[in-house]
C-alpha cells in the first residue's frame, strides 16, 4: 500500500498470451468478457491481461466504494504490482479510456503507452444527458427498456440490424444487473475534465474514435489528437460507440500496429 493511496482490491479477469504486456480496460458496467473479440487475437502477439474491475464482473466491490478514479486506478497498478509488471501499455474503452488518460497523466511510471476507445479529455454536456437519460430509463422503465436504450444509443444502427440476436442478449444480461456500480461509477465520470492537463502526457497515445457515436461526440477525438503531443488517431466510419464490438478486427489492427511501432527500438 502506497501511504496516501487506498489499498488495491484484488481483480478477477483473464489472461494470455505472452510478450509486451497489454491491459486492456472496460468502461462502465462492462466486465473482461467485453474484450472477447479482440483479446485472442492480441494475445498472439502480447500479454493480454483483462481485468474484471471492482463491482463489476466477479470483482466484488469493498464496502464504501466510490468508483472514484484514485481506487481503480489504485486497483490496476496493484494487479500490475501482483503480475510483477513495471509498466503496460493502457488500452481503456469509453471510462477506461479516461482511467488510461489519467494513468498516463498520474500514474506516469506505470505507463508504455495509451490507446483511448472512445475517450474524451472531459466529459460533456450531451455526454451526461445521455448517461441520465439511460439511468431515468432504467429506474422508471425496467431492463427491458434500458436494454433498448443502450442499444439505440451506443451502437451504430446498421451493425444492430445485422446483429439482432444480440438485442436478446443484452436483455437476458440485464435481467440480473446490480445498477449501484454503474451509478456510482458514471457519478465520477461526469465529473472528469483533464483539458488543463493533457498537454503534459509524456507517453506515446493512440485516438480510436466512432465518426458515428452518439455518446461520445467525436469531436473529442480531435480535441485529444491536437492537445496530446505526438497522438496519432484512427477514426471509423458507420461506427457508434461500442468500437471493439463492432469493429473488433480494426480495433486489434490499431492497437497491434500502435503498440508494434512503440516497441520497436525507434519507438518512444
Known sequence: MVPGHPSPTPLEGREQGAGPPLLLVHGVGGDHTFWNAVAPSLAESFRVIAPDLRGHGRTPAPPGSTYSFEELLTDLTGLLDAK??????????????????????????????????????????????????????????????????????????????????????????????????????????????????????????????????ALIDPAHGRILRQSIPGAQIRILPQTGHMIPLERPSETAEAIRSFVTGVEAPSGR
Open 84 to 213: 510483477g509488471i513495471e509498466r503496460a501499455h493502457w488500452v481503456g474503452f469509453s471510462a477506461g479510456a479516461l482511467l488510461a488518460l489519467e494513468a498516463a497523466l498520474d500514474r506516469t511510471s506505470r505507463v508504455r503507452s495509451v490507446t483511448m476507445i472512445a475517450g474524451a479529455a472531459y466529459i460533456d454536456a450531451h455526454t451526461r444527458s445521455v448517461t441520465e437519460r439511460l439511468a431515468s430509463t432504467f429506474a422508471k422503465d425496467g431492463a427491458d427498456a434500458y436494454a433498448l436504450r443502450l442499444l439505440k444509443d451506443l451502437y451504430y444502427p446498421d451493425w444492430i440490424e445485422a446483429h439482432l440476436d444480440l438485442a436478446d442478449e443484452v436483455r437476458a444480461d440485464l435481467k440480473q444487473f446490480d445498477m449501484a456500480p454503474v451509478t456510482a461509477w458514471n457519478r465520477s465520470v461526469n465529473r472528469f475534465d483533464e483539458r488543463n492537463r493533457i498537454g503534459t502526457v509524456s507517453v506515446p497515445v493512440l485516438i480510436v474514435q466512432g465518426m458515428d457515436d
